[in-house]
């Protein structure tokens, strides 16, 4: 899906380094989320924002921080990687309106060693 | 926590056969989606229901959902090798921001 990107798609660090992902949309989206996804499992939410400087956490947002100062970006920061941060990061756009479907960013796998 | 509860988490059959998985939650829901990921990449959404609908179609897909037993099942029809893939269900609680949450998903295998 060309209108919403990830960068960067892969990235190995350190424990104790600190990480930001990038999520671009040019949809002009209100709505932005960052999601986590481990072997096995499905998706849990992070973060999630609903305008500029507007973000709320979701149900696993310790030891990460969110940004959106412009529309089209949305920024996710662990301020001091660990280990139990490796997995697939996905970000998500929607629309103001409800019930219609969030669109998925490709991901971006982080591995933390 | 999840609130989406899937089953079976594993299913092989042959192709052609019906495929059915079935999905449980917890709260009172907005709409519950459903969504195919192949194996390392990416979320393709499938279908959307809001809670004030009980089946819906698209494809070789059939969706249903019971809001009194808070639970809904995913049924692809005349399976093909291609639909080989993990599905998830994901349920949204209010309305405005889509805030998913994700059962654990089925890993479903067709063989041919």
């Known amino acids: 899906d060309a209108g919403i990107t990830q960068s960067p798609r892969h990235k190995v660090t350190e424990t104790g380094t600190p990480v930001t992902l990038r999520c671009h949309q040019t949809e002009n989206h209100r709505y932005m989320y960052w999601y986590r996804q481990d072997p096995g499992h499905g998706l849990r939410l992070i973060h999630y924002s609903y305008g500029v400087k507007d973000t709320d956490k979701g149900e696993v947002s310790d030891g990460y921080s969110v940004s959106r100062s412009k529309t089209e970006d949305f920024l996710l920061t662990l301020e001091s990687a660990t280990s139990s941060q490796t997995s697939v990061y996905f970000c998500?756009?929607?629309?103001?309106?409800?019930?219609?479907?969030?669109?998925f960013g490709p991901g971006t796998r982080l591995t933390v060693l | 926590s999840q609130q989406g509860e899937e089953d079976p988490q594993a299913l092989s059959i042959q192709e052609g056969e019906n495929a059915t998985m079935n999905c449980s939650y917890k709260?009172?829901?907005?709409?519950l989606q459903w969504y195919r990921q192949n194996s390392g990449r990416g979320l393709v959404h499938l279908i959307l229901?809001?809670?004030?609908?009980r089946e819906k179609h698209s494809g070789r897909l059939r969706v249903t959902l019971d809001t009194s037993k808070k639970s809904s099942s995913l049924l692809i029809t005349a399976s093909r090798a291609a639909d080989t893939a993990s599905y998830f269900c994901?349920?949204?609680?209010?309305?405005?921001?889509?805030?998913?949450?994700f059962g654990q998903g089925t890993r479903l295998t067709i063989n041919p």
């Open positions: 709260t009172s829901i907005n709409n």
């Open positions: 229901i809001r809670s004030n609908e």
């Open positions: 994901a349920t949204d609680q209010i309305q405005g921001a889509q805030k998913l949450v």
């Open positions: 998500a756009i929607s629309e103001s309106a409800s019930n219609r479907e969030p669109r």
